[in-house]
């Protein structure tokens, strides 16, 4: 069964489908913070055109957040997944095995990440929502200028398929 995802932001909605049997331990993670509402009104503290959007830092600086299994787990880097181009789901990290809550979402082809995060889901409706969000101004350490946050993330419960 597939795990979807729903992320309300304050541009619209973005819905993501979870790899569940790529990455088990990071999907749970995903999906207990979101049911916990760990995700629900955190920011989008970085944002780079033609890059990433990132969020899932409660303290907004881009160095916090924790994960279910504590402070920190393991990378779970599978070789059939590739950074291949927007809209890929991937864990932010400062290193091998630093994984907590932060992650990104990408809007271009990455390929320099391969192999260095673990891609656990991918965007299946709300590709709109995502490239608007990529075109807002951000100021020199690439946070957005006008806050853009999760306003809630939620389990789409009862549906195999989000698409």
């Known amino acids: 069964m597939t795990t979807n995802i729903a992320l309300e932001t304050t ?3 973005i819905y993501v489908e979870l790899y569940t049997e790529q990455a088990p331990k990071t999907c749970k993670n ?3 913070l979101t049911r916990r509402g760990y995700y629900d009104t955190i920011i989008f503290h970085r944002i780079i055109p033609n890059f990433m959007l990132q969020t899932g830092d409660p303290t907004g600086t881009g160095r916090g957040g924790t994960s279910i299994y504590g402070e920190k787990f393991e990378d779970e880097i599978s ?4 950074h291949t181009g927007a809209g890929i ?6 290193g091998p095995h630093t994984n907590g809550s932060q992650f990104f979402i990408t809007l271009a082809p990455t390929p320099w990440l391969d192999g260095k995060h673990t891609i656990f889901g ?3 409706r709300g590709m ?3 490239k608007r969000m990529g075109l807002v101004r951000t100021d020199a350490q690439d946070k957005p200028v ?3 946050r999760i306003i809630r993330a939620s389990v789409i419960e009862g549906e195999s398929d989000a698409a």
């Open 11 to 13: 541009m619209g909605t």
């Open 30 to 32: 995903f999906e207990t």
């Open 79 to 82: 070789p059939q997944l590739k």
């Open 89 to 94: 789901l991937s864990m932010a990290n400062s």
């Open 122 to 124: 991918r965007v299946t």
């Open 128 to 130: 709109a929502v995502v």
């Open 146 to 148: 006008e806050s853009l």
